[in-house]
């Protein structure tokens, strides 16, 4: 990716140099484009998997734990950069049931995106 974004800027800098007004952005996918908000990325996550497992955690406990019921994390993967972390809750005198959430693998921000009841 910075080997990409060096040759965009090389390139970048010789036609402004040679007086030329068109710039072609070539992305890392070697795509050709004159907009670089055209050229998709891959996130590369700053954020560990068991880091992530503990902000999801804490994130579900604080919205069942207060009530008096119980969370149980069930699976942790990785999709695009994000992780998603499944939890069985079971909240107090209520059927369980299975919740996802996900945490950005960049900001560490965690949203609820599946089964999120027992935020309200």
């Keep these: 990716m910075k080997l990409a974004i060096l040759i965009v800027i090389i390139v970048s800098v010789a036609f402004i140099a040679l007086g030329c007004k068109k710039i072609v952005y070539v992305c890392a996918n070697g795509i050709e484009t004159e907009d670089k908000n ?61 919740t996802t959430v996900r945490v950005d693998g960049i900001t560490a921000q965690v949203n609820c995106t599946q089964s999120c009841q027992y935020t309200q």
């Design 38 to 98: 055209e050229c998709p990325y891959n996130k590369l996550s700053s954020v560990k998997q068991k880091d992530a497992e503990k902000y999801a955690t804490n994130y579900v406990g604080a919205f069942v734990n207060a009530k008096g019921g119980k969370s149980t994390l069930v699976s942790s993967y990785t999709a695009k950069g994000d992780f998603y972390v499944s939890f069985v809750v079971s909240p107090k005198d209520q059927p369980a049931f299975e």
